[in-house]
């Protein structure tokens, strides 16, 4: 989605995004009522703007798989609501005396950003044992509800109301806002998984799922020197972006030839396996398969780890060992399996697990 902008891959600084012009009186936004009733756009006041809060005007907002799983409800959120959370804009109105970025630099109306799509309080358990996106107050860009105080939180909007405490970053002009736009959520997301992986320079990496999340991994591990990328993706056209994308190889797991990823796997690690996975199907029969490809000692990153248990002839360890097994172990494994013939280490993100 992309307002009065004819190239939607470049900036624009129509109606209301000119630093001297006024924010607007009235807001359209394009409001989902539910799976069964669809979407309509209506109209909300300016919000007042409380100190640290902004109102900032949207060039793009991109359409991320949940909103798609919220679109068709296989994803429950409360509704009203006004979907879309990765999203690019000029800030038009800023509450109180000032705002800043996340490296401490102030903003000002005019300046071109985007943003964190949580709100955490800083303050909570999880919040100050690392893990902010599982915080007891969180708040979500998208995936709230329209309150009278806050109707504007969503990027399918003209303009979207910032709560106080957002972490905003500015942007470079030379980036398109195609580009930018999925940056808090797809980006960030699969940035968080190749940092979990540790180094990929001089790996064999397998990507599973060829969609924007996959493609932004196969770009990342070839920016990174990864020694060869074989991507896992049943729809032809996305193993052709696969290729494009900087993968060696792309593989149908349909295709007649069943071996066809495990031969690429051995072709090139020497026969020893993936040194790393990211699997971004979800999908529990891809997640079996990926595991299974790792050599020993490889490393597993699951992105949205599959809802339903797989399949699985791996045996997972039951116990920490420490314990008496006559106790009973109370450790929840989530780290090391072990099957009859290798051993890896698992890593299991939360980024994007549902709540």
């Not at 959520?185 to 990929?200: P, Q």
């Not at 490393?299 to 002839?313: D, Y």
């Amino acid at each position: 989605m992309s307002h009065d902008n004819p190239d939607p891959g470049t900036s624009t600084d129509a109606g209301f995004l000119s630093p001297d012009a006024p924010a607007p009186e009235a807001v359209r936004a394009a409001v989902f009522d539910g799976p069964d009733a669809g979407v309509h756009v209506d109209a909300f006041p300016r919000p007042d703007l409380a100190p640290g809060a902004a109102l900032v005007r949207i060039n793009c907002c991109t359409v991320c798989g949940s909103d798609v799983h919220t679109y068709t409800g296989n994803r429950i959120e409360p509704t009203p609501a006004i979907l879309g959370h990765e999203m690019v804009g000029r800030i038009a109105a800023i509450g109180g005396t000032g705002l800043t970025d996340y490296h401490g630099e102030p903003l000002a109306v005019g300046d071109r950003v985007t943003w964190s799509m949580q709100v955490t309080c800083g303050d909570c358990f999880n919040c100050t044992h690392g893990i902010p996106q599982k915080c007891t107050a969180l708040f979500k860009y998208g995936h709230a509800a329209i309150t009278e105080r806050h109707a504007l939180n969503g990027g399918l909007t003209e303009a979207c109301h910032l709560r106080p405490g957002t972490t905003l970053f500015r942007v470079p002009e030379a980036v398109p806002d195609v580009v930018i736009s999925p940056a808090n959520c797809a980006t960030a997301t699969v940035a968080g998984a190749v940092r979990l992986a540790g180094g990929l320079d001089g790996q064999v990496v397998l990507v599973q799922g060829v969609g924007m999340l996959g493609l932004t991994a196969i770009a990342m591990a070839d920016a990174a020197g990864a020694t060869a990328i074989i991507a896992l993706e049943r729809q032809a056209r996305r193993r052709e972006w696969a290729r494009a994308f900087g993968a060696t190889e792309a593989v149908d797991p349909e295709a007649a030839d069943a071996d066809g990823l495990e031969a690429a796997i051995r072709r090139h690690s020497d026969g020893r396996g993936a040194d790393v996975l990211l699997e971004l199907t979800g999908h529990p029969d891809a997640t079996e398969r990926g595991l299974a490809a790792l050599r020993t000692g490889g490393t597993g990153v699951l992105v949205g780890p599959p809802i339903r248990r797989a399949r699985s002839t791996s045996r997972p360890k039951t116990s920490c060992g420490a314990c008496s097994p006559s106790a009973g172990c109370t450790t929840t494994p989530t780290t090391t399996w072990r099957a009859p013939w290798r051993s890896w280490r698992l890593i299991t993100t939360t980024i994007r697990s549902r709540p």
